[in-house]
């Protein structure tokens, strides 16, 4: 309820266009808060509706179609499944974009019109990578007032110290987010990258195991394989402290769970200042989770929807890390 609350603040504060350091108005917020709730409801059951555009009907799925009717506006567009096969949408100025060799192309977009209440800083979706630099803000953000409640001797801590937030928020925030949208971008087309090497049969898993534990495991170890590739590799060459520390920090949850060996390599770092144990566990990391990624797949081609349990412990066993 915590987590749903700040993010329901959070999506006021952008709906609102209000500043990141706005007092927000309690009886407004609830009854804001209110309001939305009740739209949310009655609107949960219906199908979605095709998106029109200079007087065109789209499928709201179809992203390839709608972003080309939109670059006459410079807008850009996304639709895809995030976790627990939920739908999530956003629309946003385009600032810029890339085609790479590899067949991808990538959006950078800038302030955002229209958003869910999840807004991933980052997401690929097949031959498209999205990265929105107003949701990253947001989300160090949050991240940084989160932090400031207790304000922890922590990776995350370490990484705002390399900014001076105390004096100049909003530059410090402009400033973060520049040097981690480079991330966000290895991040993506890592991910790109590994769909590429996993396709065709992880979406299709991944859609079997959707709100179960073996589907976040899933997702950890897809993330794992993005980082194996391009992300850890280009903040082991650029070595700047504020990005390795913010990534740790952000290596939380199941990813961090199955991946504890990575952190221990970290804090020998924090320790002497030596990369070196962090490089070679990076350098052979790739194949072990491509591997059991492969594995994974096998297994749900055999047993399909019944394979959740299955596939849990062996992730377990294959990370060798404990679990209920």
């Not at 917020?29 to 065109?56: C, F, M, N, V």
């Not at 179809?62 to 096969?85: E, F, K, W």
């Amino acid at each position: 309820m915590c987590t749903y609350l700040l993010k329901m603040r959070e999506f006021f504060r952008w709906e609102q266009n209000l500043g990141i350091q706005a007092v927000l108005p309690r009886e407004k917020l609830g009854d804001w808060l209110e309001a939305r709730e009740a739209l949310w409801e009655s609107l949960h059951t219906q199908d979605y509706a095709p998106l029109k555009i200079d007087g065109r009907e789209y499928d709201p799925f179809d992203v390839p179609a709608i972003n080309r009717a939109l670059d006459a506006h410079g807008l850009v567009y996304s639709a895809g499944l995030a976790t627990g096969a939920r739908a999530n949408f956003f629309l946003g100025e385009l600032l810029d974009r890339e085609t790479g060799e590899e067949g991808f192309m990538l959006h950078l977009s800038g302030k955002e019109y229209a958003r869910c209440l999840s807004a991933p800083p980052a997401m690929a979706a097949e031959k498209n990578v999205f990265l929105r630099r107003e949701a990253l803000a947001r989300y160090l953000w949050e991240k940084y007032e989160t932090w400031g409640w207790n304000r922890p001797d922590n990776a995350l801590g370490r990484a705002f110290a390399c900014y001076d937030f105390s004096s100049d928020a909003e530059a410090a925030l402009a400033q973060m987010a520049d040097a981690e949208l480079s991330a966000a971008r290895e991040h993506e087309l890592g991910e790109y990258a590994a769909s590429q090497l996993l396709e065709p049969g992880w979406n299709e898993m991944l859609l079997d195991l959707a709100l179960s534990p073996a589907e976040l495991m899933a997702r950890a170890v897809k993330d794992h394989i993005a980082d194996a590739l391009r992300t850890l590799p280009c903040l082991l060459k650029e070595a700047n402290p504020a990005s390795m520390h913010f990534y740790m920090g952000n290596l939380s949850g199941m990813r961090r769970h199955l991946f504890p060996q990575l952190y221990a390599a970290y804090e020998t770092w924090l320790d002497g200042g030596d990369l070196h144990p962090m490089r070679e566990l990076v350098s052979g990391s790739s194949e072990h989770w491509l591997s059991l990624a492969r594995e994974m797949m096998n297994v749900h081609e055999r047993l399909g929807v019944g394979s959740a349990e299955t596939l849990r412990r062996l992730v377990l066993e294959r990370c060798g890390v404990a679990g209920s």
